[in-house]
């Protein structure tokens, strides 16, 4: 009797769990964590292309010191942040993360506004390799951000909705920071290259 008790209060607890919430917080944690690895699978692409990207600019434009230095002074910010998987959880953390990040991409944006003038740059093998790797990473990039952004939107829903806000806080479920709006913005005005294109077709 005693032992069908038992299970009567775990089938009762189990329900009573997954009509709060818990199940969902739980799924949604995990996307969370696999959508943010990917993200930074994705950077890290992108930071191991800068070295040889940077030296074969430097082949053709020596003399541009100032946008190779910022290209490699924004790497080393990248490379220095702890982007573990704790990191989501940190507000100013992610934000420090996000900042790196953007100062990347703007660098890059230079050092590839820079190739514009230079020919025989633009015409080498390597770096017209390391272009189209570049520009493939960026829209990976923008893939694996955009699935953070929406399993990071379902998650903090659930956290802040009742009943299962009650369910979060029993557990210890906090919201998540997320990619800003501000930040969406500044990339979507950050100069864009189109690699290969003729310079006939370039705005």
Same mark, same amino acid.
């Given at each position: ?15 009573s ?13 995990? =996307?969370i @964590? $696999?959508?943010?690895a990917?993200?930074?699978? !994705?950077? #890290? ?8 990207? +940077? ?5 053709y434009?020596s003399?541009?010191?100032d946008v190779l230095?910022?290209?490699t ?10 982007a ?7 507000e100013?953390?992610?934000a ?5 990040q953007?100062e ?7 050092l ?5 003038n230079y020919? =025989?740059? @633009? $015409? ?6 390391? !272009?189209? #790797? ?8 923008? +893939?694996a ?9 379902e998650?903090?829903?659930?956290v802040?909705?009742?009943p ?24 979507s ?15």
């Amino acid at each position: 009797m005693r032992k069908l008790l038992m299970s009567l209060m775990l089938l009762l607890a189990a329900f009573s769990l997954q009509g709060c919430g818990y199940n969902t917080l739980q799924s949604t944690d995990e =996307q969370i @964590k $696999a959508s943010w690895a990917e993200v930074l699978n !994705q950077y #890290q692409r992108r930071a191991d292309l800068v070295p040889n990207l +940077v030296n074969v600019v430097k082949g053709y434009a020596s003399h541009e010191k100032d946008v190779l230095t910022q290209v490699t002074e924004a790497r080393a910010r990248v490379g220095a942040i702890q982007a573990t998987p704790e990191l989501i959880n940190d507000e100013q953390a992610f934000a420090k993360f996000q900042a790196a990040q953007g100062e990347m991409s703007n660098a890059l944006s230079r050092l590839l506004a820079v190739s514009e003038n230079y020919p =025989q740059l @633009k $015409a080498d093998g390597v770096f017209r390799d390391l !272009q189209a #790797q570049l520009e493939g990473t960026e829209n990976r990039i923008t +893939v694996a951000r955009n699935r953070y952004i929406k399993a990071v939107q379902e998650y903090n829903v659930t956290v802040r909705s009742f009943p299962s806000n009650l369910t979060a806080m029993m557990f210890g479920f906090k919201t998540k920071p997320n990619f800003t709006v501000e930040n969406e913005k500044e990339i979507s005005r950050a100069p864009r290259v189109e690699f290969g294109a003729p310079a006939s077709q370039k705005q």
